[in-house]
């Protein structure tokens, strides 16, 4: 079955820098949609980035610039290397995959059926 583990989470001042990762696994990696979301305590939860086969990327615009997701499809891991980090893009970090999401939708976690169980990221500034 498919799972997505989540790991690099931890607290930085702001300014710095973190990387996660998403180890994925049941299923065909490079061929699947996948992106990191963000939740923060007591909001809902926002599309972050997100990537298909590889190549194909999209940013929400508060994070452009900043983060890079990637992955790794010999190795089945998802990226998100987060640079200049702010106070408030603290939150738990999950990453989700999907076999299909249309292009305008896939910073919509609705649109996601597999998810991870998160990493913790805080921020302080």
């Known amino acids: 079955q498919v799972q997505l583990v989540e790991s690099g989470g931890g607290s930085v001042q702001a300014g710095g820098s973190l990387r996660l990762s998403c180890a994925a696994s049941?299923?065909?990696?490079?061929?699947?949609?996948m992106g990191w979301f963000r939740q923060a305590p007591g909001k809902e939860r926002e599309g972050v980035a997100a990537?298909?086969?590889?190549?194909?990327?999209i940013y929400a615009d508060s994070v452009k610039c900043r983060f890079t997701i990637s992955q790794d499809n010999a190795a089945n891991v998802l990226y998100l290397q987060m640079n200049s980090l702010k106070a408030e893009e603290g939150g738990m970090y999950y990453c989700a995959a999907d076999t299909f999401i249309f292009t305008s939708r896939r910073l919509r976690p609705d649109q996601y059926k597999y998810w991870g169980q998160g990493t913790q990221v805080t921020v302080s500034s």
């Open positions: 990537i298909m086969s590889g190549s194909s990327t």
């Open positions: 049941g299923f065909t990696f490079s061929s699947y949609y």
